[in-house]
């Protein structure tokens, strides 16, 4: 795609792909990697922008797919993931990652994060990148195996996971009821 065809990402947008870099390596590891921490920290800096409006969705999927890999680590349960992501998963293009980290950075900072917080968030955004092999994209411009991500996935993605946690929500109501009634 060519640079003056893209759209910047929005912050909804950037959050969404910090979440789901969480959610896959949370699911890729049988520990509970290190740095997961720092990218849960990360996101919700970012995320407590009043311009977000999620409505605690991609928290709530993190934090849910936390307890799940805790659960696994700690009992060797594995419990069902709140939604399927397709694998090998689509990795966002080398001016995405840039465009994300560059969005999530100026979101933490607006928040006049501490020193200690500004350290955790650059070291969230060097994960990221990481992960997605940006330095290696760049160099060898070879697309990964699942393709490349697009702001239209992204936002697919959050109202995937926000459907899957309002089925959750009316499960959960309806187990509660029956529950109150028997």
């Known amino acids: ?45 970012a995320s407590s922008s009043q311009t977000l409006d999620d409505n605690g969705v991609l928290a709530g999927w993190v934090c849910a797919e936390y307890t799940n890999a805790k659960r696994f680590a700690e009992t060797g349960e594995r419990t069902e993931s709140l939604i399927k992501m397709n694998t090998p998963l689509p990795m966002p293009d080398p001016a995405m990652q840039i465009d994300a980290v560059c969005t999530l950075l100026k979101a933490a900072i607006q928040n006049h994060i501490t020193p200690e917080q500004w350290q955790t968030v650059l070291d969230a955004m060097r994960t990221i990148t990481e992960m997605d092999d940006l330095d290696g994209m760049i160099v060898t411009e070879d697309p990964p195996a699942g393709g490349f991500l697009t702001a239209g996935n992204l936002r697919n993605l959050l109202e995937t996971v926000d459907a899957a946690f309002r089925e959750a929500h009316k499960r959960l109501y309806a187990e509660a009821s029956e529950q109150v009634m028997t």
Do not use: F
């Open 1 to 45: 795609m060519k640079d003056e065809n893209r759209t910047p990402l929005t912050l909804l947008e950037a959050c969404t792909l910090l979440a789901r870099e969480t959610v896959s390596l949370l699911e890729s590891s049988d520990q509970i990697p290190t740095c997961i921490d720092g990218l849960m920290t990360t996101l919700a800096l």
